[in-house]
């Protein structure tokens, strides 16, 4: 069964001069934990708000749980749960009174969803009467999950709900979707951040409005086409320049402490021959090794091959 199926979406703004979802599709499954990964811009909000009836495509056709988004919009808004990226919950009112609202919005209330949310609401009730403005950012996300859960949807669209938090809030969010998934709930979330792509079970690879790559991490990962190489030297940013003009060089960009590097010919002695380079180069203390490629050299590399 599918939960959510997007054939050929397209979505343009300011009269077709911006592209902002670019003929899209794909499905994802009943269940399953499916991330929307890719950087600012990349049209994963569109993409949210057209699956949540908030906004129409140009093109395209799209089912949420069965439904179409046009002509069965207040049948899908029952059942879906929507986190947008920004904090939209009533400052003013408390934790607490948030929550009552949001449940008496669907016709129910805390009590008779409280299991659902038992392990998230835990954490904020001793701030049950703080104003949600006055919640740090961790909380505010755990709040604002809670409404979107209060009303038990068997869809939850989660928008970028990590950006701006603490690494262990974000930690602790994955671990909350992680139980959540294990009571049947379809989780459809979107991030900038690629480690978060491996929290995932299948996830969609996004730029500039065009689907790059749809598949496990591990298998768009594992479909990495060429050697990868780590280099460092005591100068890091004069062996970037200097890399990037070698010949034999496809591709080289920072990656921490290391730059990852490519070559023209998958075949070459990429070891030997970015070392012999870089010491002509008169750099020090010079570093090369094979390493394995993660996500964001998998995005890297699709992004480019896009481009090219």
């Not at 979505?11 to 009943?30: C, H, M, Q, W």
């Not at 600012?40 to 140009?58: E, N, P, Q």
């Not at 086409?225 to 780590?230: A, R």
């Not at 090794?289 to 996500?295: A, G, H, L, T, Y």
Request: aromatic share 10%; glycine share 6%.
């Amino acid at each position: 069964m599918k939960s959510l199926i997007l054939n050929n979406i397209t979505k343009t703004f300011d009269k077709g001069a911006i592209v902002a979802v670019d003929d899209v599709s794909f499905s994802v499954n009943e269940g399953e934990l499916f991330g929307l990964i890719g950087p600012d811009g990349a049209g994963k909000t569109t993409i949210f708000r057209i699956l949540s009836t908030l906004l129409l495509a140009d093109k395209g056709e799209a089912v949420v749980a069965g439904y179409d988004v046009k002509k069965d919009y207040r049948s899908i808004r029952n059942i879906i749960g929507y986190m947008p990226g920004r904090f939209s919950l009533y400052q003013d009112l408390t934790v607490h009174e948030n929550l009552t609202f949001f449940a008496m919005l669907f016709g129910t209330s805390i009590e008779d969803n409280y299991e659902l949310i038992k392990d998230i609401y835990d954490q904020i009730k001793p701030f049950s009467n703080r104003r949600a403005g006055k919640l740090s950012g961790g909380m505010k996300q755990k709040l604002a999950l809670s409404c979107a859960l209060i009303h038990k949807p068997k869809i939850l669209f989660l928008d970028e709900p990590t950006t701006g938090v603490d690494v262990v809030s974000r930690h602790e969010f994955w671990e909350i979707l992680k139980r959540l998934k294990s009571q049947g709930i379809t989780i459809f979330v979107s991030t900038a951040y690629m480690d978060e792509a491996m929290k995932c079970e299948r996830i969609a690879l996004i730029q500039k409005g065009k689907i790059l790559s749809i598949n496990t991490p591990e298998k768009i990962i594992e479909s990495y086409p060429v050697k990868l190489f780590g280099a460092k030297a005591d100068d890091i940013y004069s062996l970037l320049k200097d890399l990037r003009e070698f010949e034999q060089v496809e591709r080289c960009y920072p990656f921490g402490e290391w730059l990852h590097v490519t070559m023209k010919d998958s075949n070459a002695d990429g070891i030997n021959l970015i070392k012999d380079y870089a010491l002509s180069e008169n750099h020090k203390q010079v570093e090369v090794k094979i390493i394995e490629p993660n996500i964001e050299d998998s995005f890297i590399r699709l992004m480019n091959d896009q481009q090219t």
